[in-house]
């Protein structure tokens, strides 16, 4: 085993490592939480003064502040930004100046995976970005002769934890030395990461050297996000497909928030959970719902097996649904997915035990280990002279006799099987609250939390492919998409211009996985429509010049209209089950496309139910209670939500010249500011009065433009 260096110095960390890496650093950064951004900026600035040396980045999410050019905005921002990340969070330096077009000749940055929307039109990292399968960047970075890892973590004793990024760093490290090619690596501690376990905790030698003081960075946090109307119906309609006792995978954002709370709606208040779903005119007895999913409490729960562990699953914790657990031993995970025997074990189950072959009729030390590892027997069991002896009782070791064999049977009736996990993930991203909820997890909670590898959670390939097809029975992976087109083919990153709004990421390992296990199903959810420039368009089109999930892989597909089953449906089908789930507005234009291409019966029509399908058929989602616009908590106070509200409106409201021009010949009319209106002006910034003679002429502007929207 190598040995690990410790130092508390950055500068002389990048000195380390120019000595080790030579003139061209090759740097693997993490996804997203697990970089370092003090000791990269200081890298990146090293090389960015020396033409002399070269670095070239590999990474994917590369995480930045907000940042806007409009005035208001950013008035608006700029307290929140300070409240919400500090005023001392390290920036990453190689964004700033990719974002302006400014990187250095001698500095490249590669990405797989990008913040939604952030890089639309920045010209370096649109020319710079790979298009990778998730589970394909570590071996993609070996065959590019990476020669540096940098990476956050967090110490316990003389353990390790890769905390939030696991994903690629494990099996790049491993895939190193396999094909005996250098690589330093560098852990850089910060105490603010939660200390997770699973395939992240690690020996400390795993690092070259250990960055030790003045890198506690405060963790870059998510913002939740608003969910609308039209979000929490794509959210009802999919929790009718998730199945009592099976695997669930969601992402970040607000339909999976809203998925989430619509689980929880379910689970808590059933009787309300079935009126919603009768107010969108759900079919509960349909096939589908029957077969696929369900609608009743959960009373087995549900195993998680994600690549991102976010907000979602905190939630379904605490709510009691994310409970299930699976164990790493193929026989006992079947006993208990078949009810053969129970945890905590029941009176007779170690007799199945025994009968089925998990533990020997003539129990051997390979037994008591087995039995140790799973909680069964205390730590201090032992066997001697043919006689097990643990909790100040002896048992004859054998067990075909029926004596020892009701022995054993009591000792183990009542034992709760330990080292089960309820959830999987590859790497972490979210809010401040599930940081702090991972901080302090404990026992079981902590335990059951295993994360690992990205191979592991997106794919079933290795030598143990059987055990995850069994772990991850009734498994339903839910992700998002753009657009989709009437033939079945999903677009979720990238515009049909070549310009990439995200990044393939684990996407099409879901998919492919979905279809891969017997009883596995992949959802992708969109919204029917959006809104550009004050125009309605449909994201169900009849063709579009970019794919993510290509049509042969079509399985489910959900907006807020309903449900379109497309698995192993004609091409004729397929159009007709997602012109049912598209907006009413569209549905003739996009029947017309398709007649013309000859893909659908020319005397076809749109049946009248269809053509419900508007906005107003939401309208009593709106009105609950049950579906708030921020469902868990919200980072804005109250009076910052209607500033949002009336910034939003005003942004669409000016959108066209005449709108423009509208709003600033009233703005130049005196007029009185409304008592109600005085704390939103003082949270941007503005005195109470629009008349004050402290206000600018601009400012003065401004503030009236933004009261006339503002509602109360």
């Given at each position: 085993?190598?040995?690990?260096?410790?130092?508390?110095?950055?500068?002389?960390?990048?000195?380390?490592?120019?000595?080790?890496?030579?003139?061209?650093?090759?740097?693997?950064?993490?996804?997203?939480?697990?970089?370092?951004?003090?000791?990269?900026?200081?890298?990146?600035?090293?090389?960015?003064?020396?033409?002399?040396?070269?670095?070239?980045?590999?990474?994917?999410?590369?995480?930045?502040?907000?940042?806007?050019?409009?005035?208001l905005q950013s008035r608006f921002l700029k307290p929140f930004l300070t409240r919400h990340f500090g005023d001392q969070y390290p920036e990453l330096d190689y964004v700033i100046d990719r974002n302006k077009n400014g990187l250095p000749d001698n500095i490249t940055v590669h990405e797989f995976y990008f913040s939604s929307g952030s890089q639309l039109n920045v010209s370096a990292a649109q020319q710079d970005y790979i298009c990778q399968n998730y589970t394909h960047?570590?071996?993609?970075?070996?065959?590019?002769?990476?020669?540096?890892?940098?990476?956050?973590?967090?110490?316990?004793?003389?353990?390790?934890?890769?905390?939030?990024?696991?994903?690629?760093?494990?099996?790049?490290?491993?895939?190193?030395?396999?094909?005996?090619?250098?690589?330093?690596?560098?852990?850089?501690?910060?105490?603010?990461?939660?200390?997770?376990?699973?395939?992240?905790?690690?020996?400390?030698?795993?690092?070259?050297?250990?960055?030790?003081?003045?890198?506690?960075?405060?963790?870059?946090?998510?913002?939740?996000?608003?969910?609308?109307?039209?979000?929490?119906?794509?959210?009802?309609?999919?929790?009718?497909?998730?199945?009592?006792?099976?695997?669930?995978?969601?992402?970040?954002?607000?339909?999976?928030?809203?998925?989430?709370?619509?689980?929880?709606?379910?689970?808590?208040?059933?009787?309300?959970?079935?009126?919603?779903?009768?107010?969108?005119?759900?079919?509960?007895?349909?096939?589908?719902?029957?077969?696929?999913?369900?609608?009743?409490?959960?009373?087995?729960?549900?195993?998680?097996?994600?690549?991102?562990?976010?907000?979602?699953?905190?939630?379904?914790?605490?709510?009691?649904?994310?409970?299930?657990?699976?164990?790493?031993?193929?026989?006992?995970?079947?006993?208990?997915?078949?009810?053969?025997?129970?945890?905590?074990?029941?009176?007779?189950?170690?007799?199945?035990?025994?009968?089925?072959?998990?533990?020997?009729?003539?129990?051997?030390?390979?037994?008591?280990?087995?039995?140790?590892?799973?909680?069964?027997?205390?730590?201090?069991?032992?066997?001697?002279?043919?006689?097990?002896?643990?909790?100040?009782?002896?048992?004859?070791?054998?067990?075909?006799?029926?004596?020892?064999?009701?022995?054993?049977?009591?000792?183990?009736?009542?034992?709760?099987?330990?080292?089960?996990?309820?959830?999987?993930?590859?790497?972490?991203?979210?809010?401040?609250?599930?940081?702090?909820?991972?901080?302090?997890?404990?026992?079981?909670?902590?335990?059951?939390?295993?994360?690992?590898?990205?191979?592991?959670?997106?794919?079933?390939?290795?030598?143990?492919?059987?055990?995850?097809?069994?772990?991850?029975?009734?498994?339903?992976?839910?992700?998002?998409?753009?657009?989709?087109?009437?033939?079945?083919?999903?677009?979720?990153?990238?515009?049909?211009?070549?310009?990439?709004?995200?990044?393939?990421?684990?996407?099409?390992?879901?998919?492919?996985?979905?279809?891969?296990?017997?009883?596995?199903?992949?959802?992708?959810?969109?919204?029917?429509?959006?809104?550009?420039?004050?125009?309605?368009?449909?994201?169900?089109?009849?063709?579009?010049?970019?794919?993510?999930?290509?049509?042969?892989?079509?399985?489910?597909?959900?907006?807020?209209?309903?449900?379109?089953?497309?698995?192993?449906?004609?091409?004729?089908?397929?159009?007709?089950?997602?012109?049912?789930?598209?907006?009413?507005?569209?549905?003739?234009?996009?029947?017309?496309?398709?007649?013309?291409?000859?893909?659908?019966?020319?005397?076809?029509?749109?049946?009248?139910?269809?053509?419900?399908?508007?906005?107003?058929?939401?309208?009593?989602?709106?009105?609950?209670?049950?579906?708030?616009?921020?469902?868990?908590?919200?980072?804005?106070?109250?009076?910052?939500?209607?500033?949002?509200?009336?910034?939003?409106?005003?942004?669409?409201?000016?959108?066209?010249?005449?709108?423009?021009?509208?709003?600033?010949?009233?703005?130049?009319?005196?007029?009185?500011?409304?008592?109600?209106?005085?704390?939103?002006?003082?949270?941007?910034?503005?005195?109470?009065?629009?008349?004050?003679?402290?206000?600018?002429?601009?400012?003065?502007?401004?503030?009236?433009?933004?009261?006339?929207?503002?509602?109360?």
């Amino acid at each position: 085993m190598q040995q690990v260096s410790f130092t508390d110095n950055v500068e002389s960390t990048v000195d380390e490592i120019l000595n080790r890496c030579g003139d061209h650093v090759k740097l693997a950064a993490p996804l997203g939480l697990g970089k370092p951004n003090i000791l990269l900026n200081a890298l990146y600035q090293r090389v960015k003064v020396n033409p002399e040396l070269r670095l070239t980045i590999y990474t994917a999410l590369s995480l930045q502040i907000p940042k806007t050019t409009n005035a208001l905005q950013s008035r608006f921002l700029k307290p929140f930004l300070t409240r919400h990340f500090g005023d001392q969070y390290p920036e990453l330096d190689y964004v700033i100046d990719r974002n302006k077009n400014g990187l250095p000749d001698n500095i490249t940055v590669h990405e797989f995976y990008f913040s939604s929307g952030s890089q639309l039109n920045v010209s370096a990292a649109q020319q710079d970005y790979i298009c990778q399968n998730y589970t394909h960047v570590a071996r993609d970075l070996a065959a590019a002769n990476v020669n540096l890892l940098l990476q956050q973590v967090v110490r316990r004793e003389n353990k390790i934890s890769l905390s939030c990024n696991p994903d690629v760093s494990l099996e790049l490290i491993d895939r190193m030395k396999q094909e005996n090619k250098a690589l330093f690596t560098v852990g850089v501690l910060n105490n603010e990461l939660p200390y997770l376990g699973g395939d992240a905790e690690v020996n400390q030698e795993v690092f070259n050297l250990l960055l030790e003081d003045g890198n506690n960075t405060e963790l870059f946090a998510t913002t939740r996000e608003a969910v609308s109307a039209v979000d929490h119906a794509i959210g009802l309609h999919a929790s009718t497909l998730v199945k009592d006792g099976g695997t669930l995978q969601i992402g970040i954002g607000a339909l999976s928030d809203a998925i989430v709370n619509a689980l929880i709606l379910r689970q808590q208040d059933n009787s309300s959970y079935l009126k919603s779903l009768a107010s969108l005119d759900v079919d509960c007895n349909s096939a589908l719902v029957q077969e696929v999913g369900g609608l009743t409490p959960f009373t087995q729960g549900l195993y998680g097996a994600t690549e991102m562990v976010m907000d979602g699953f905190m939630h379904l914790r605490q709510a009691g649904i994310l409970k299930r657990l699976v164990f790493d031993d193929l026989r006992l995970q079947q006993l208990l997915d078949n009810k053969t025997i129970s945890n905590p074990l029941a009176p007779g189950d170690a007799n199945k035990m025994v009968d089925l072959g998990l533990v020997a009729k003539q129990l051997s030390d390979v037994d008591l280990s087995w039995l140790k590892r799973f909680g069964l027997l205390e730590k201090g069991a032992k066997i001697a002279e043919k006689q097990l002896s643990a909790e100040s009782q002896t048992v004859s070791c054998d067990l075909s006799e029926k004596t020892a064999l009701a022995e054993f049977d009591q000792l183990l009736s009542g034992k709760y099987l330990q080292g089960g996990r309820y959830l999987e993930g590859a790497f972490l991203l979210g809010s401040k609250p599930l940081y702090h909820w991972l901080c302090q997890l404990k026992g079981d909670d902590w335990s059951g939390l295993w994360m690992r590898s990205v191979s592991h959670t997106n794919e079933l390939l290795g030598g143990k492919e059987a055990l995850d097809r069994t772990q991850r029975k009734d498994a339903r992976f839910f992700n998002t998409c753009m657009m989709q087109t009437l033939l079945g083919a999903a677009v979720s990153d990238t515009l049909e211009s070549g310009q990439v709004v995200s990044g393939v990421g684990g996407q099409y390992n879901f998919v492919a996985m979905a279809h891969s296990l017997e009883s596995g199903r992949s959802i992708l959810m969109l919204r029917a429509t959006r809104t550009k420039a004050n125009k309605v368009e449909s994201n169900l089109l009849w063709n579009y010049g970019h794919t993510t999930i290509p049509r042969h892989l079509r399985d489910i597909v959900i907006t807020e209209y309903g449900i379109a089953d497309l698995r192993g449906q004609s091409d004729q089908e397929v159009i007709k089950r997602l012109l049912a789930i598209s907006d009413a507005r569209f549905q003739l234009a996009l029947l017309a496309s398709a007649k013309a291409a000859g893909k659908i019966a020319s005397d076809f029509t749109i049946p009248d139910a269809w053509r419900l399908n508007l906005p107003e058929k939401l309208i009593v989602l709106k009105q609950s209670p049950n579906f708030a616009m921020y469902p868990f908590g919200c980072d804005f106070n109250e009076i910052e939500q209607q500033l949002i509200a009336a910034l939003q409106s005003l942004e669409a409201a000016t959108i066209s010249p005449f709108g423009k021009l509208s709003h600033l010949i009233r703005s130049l009319l005196p007029v009185k500011t409304p008592v109600q209106a005085y704390p939103h002006l003082a949270r941007m910034g503005w005195s109470q009065s629009d008349e004050s003679v402290s206000l600018s002429f601009k400012d003065k502007l401004l503030s009236r433009m933004l009261v006339r929207h503002l509602s109360f």
